[in-house]
């Protein structure tokens, strides 16, 4: 839910040394010819990187991740990585969202693997705004080995950060990313665009893109299905109960990422989802101080820093230990269900993953939604749940995006 582990940023030094000088922005191919277009508005090409950069940097990157191996031969396309504007809906209003497009530069026909990104608070982090992280390092990779890759940037991020971010907002989340996928469509009919989408689907998020690509694949299972061929589901570190989320973090003496349900409470607040005043769930003097800390300037770390991970002197003591019980917080309770998942019989093959010393979002959490979704219907033959000894929340990023990514070139064949 925050920036990666001290490990992780030694891979980001060696890699994006190499990616840095051997990428470069092109002059911006102009909008294909057509113009009536439902979703796709424009697009800017923001660099091309060669297949043969990719290959020497996951060569680089097996000196501290030896996984990465069988991915160094599979990284065969150079690429173009484009930004993109879409049309979507928030609200009830029509709106302008953006995103990012990973396409191979050799004529074909290509899955696509739409990644959905973990908590982010600033602007400019927005993934169309950085093209230098571990992920989308990783997801570069993917895109070489012959994917069509799509990363949303989230309403309130990008072309969109005029707008409070929706955190953890399913409705709002779920139709921003399909009306991405839509967008991506149309924009690759173009002429000028040689890789072709076909209706394969891949989806993959962390933390809460986690969350986010579990609803995501429930309405595309249940709703999309005809329109979307869903192919592989991974979903990592979720917060997929918002309800046990919040008994856990009130449960906790110290919580390490205490922006995490501050984040929610401001964001449903500010949709109109819950009317209590803060001052209802955070004490003095944090309350007030919330609603600024949230405006795309400050980083999850700061906002951490200016809040404290003492739970009893965070929380209110009404709403600590009778969040579930007091009338008083019955909008909020209607809320964090609303938001939740609902587990259903699923019928997409999909891997859970979890970091076993993950103390943000604990393991048990994927835990809870596997049983629900077996009891709910879902076979053990198309769910399966891995949790990774020793690792955390930050420090699992790259190991589950290593082994989704070989499991997606697997299922891919």
């Known amino acids: ?159 969109s950060s005029n707008l409070p971010h929706p955190y953890l907002h399913a409705q709002s989340t779920i139709q921003s990313i399909l009306d991405m996928l839509r967008a991506m469509n149309e924009f690759t009919s173009g002429a000028k665009i040689v890789a072709k989408p076909t209706k394969d689907l891949f989806i993959y998020g962390y933390s ?46 110290d919580y390490p990422m205490p922006y995490f349900l501050t984040y929610i409470l401001n964001a449903y607040t500010t949709l109109g989802l819950v009317s209590n005043p803060l001052s209802d769930f955070i004490q003095a003097p944090y309350a007030t101080q919330i609603p600024g800390m949230f405006d795309g300037l ?35 309770n209607s809320a964090f269900l609303a938001n939740s998942v609902s587990p259903w019989a699923m019928s997409t093959p999909t891997r859970l993953y979890h970091g076993a010393n993950d103390n943000v979002i604990p393991a048990s959490m994927s835990q809870k939604i596997f049983d629900d979704l077996i009891a709910a219907g879902t076979s053990d033959s198309k769910l399966k749940l891995t949790l990774l000894p020793g690792l955390g929340h930050t420090d699992g990023i790259v190991p589950v995006s290593i082994q989704t990514i070989l499991w997606f070139v697997e299922m891919k064949k």
């Open 1 to 159: 839910m925050r920036e990666l582990s001290k490990r992780g940023w030694v891979l980001f030094i060696i890699l994006f040394t190499g990616v840095f000088f051997n990428s470069c922005k092109e002059s911006s191919d102009p909008t294909p010819e057509v113009n009536n277009y439902t979703y796709f508005v424009s697009n800017d090409l923001k660099s091309a990187v060669s297949a043969l950069t990719i290959q020497s940097n996951l060569s680089l990157a097996q000196n501290i991740f030896p996984e990465i191996s069988p991915m160094v031969p599979l990284a065969k396309n150079d690429i173009d990585v484009q930004s993109i504007i879409y049309n979507t809906t928030f609200q009830s209003q029509k709106i302008q969202a953006s995103g990012l497009i990973y396409l191979p530069k050799k004529a074909g026909n290509y899955p696509v693997l739409c990644f959905q990104n973990g908590t982010n608070t600033l602007h400019s982090q927005a993934p169309s705004l950085v093209l230098n992280s571990d992920m989308l390092f990783m997801l570069e990779s993917v895109a070489s080995m012959g994917f069509i890759v799509v990363i949303p940037d989230y309403i309130g991020f990008g072309a």
């Open 208 to 253: 809460q893109g986690g969350w986010a690509t579990m609803l995501l694949q429930k309405e595309i299972e249940t709703t999309y299905s005809s329109e979307f061929n869903l192919i592989a589901s991974s979903c990592a570190a979720g917060p997929y109960s918002l309800a046990y989320m919040n008994q856990y973090i009130s449960g906790q003496t």
């Open 298 to 332: 400050h980083s999850g770390g700061s906002i951490d820093a200016a809040l404290t991970t003492k739970m009893a002197d965070l929380l209110t003591p009404d709403f600590r230990d009778q969040s579930t019980v007091n009338v008083k917080f019955s909008a909020f």
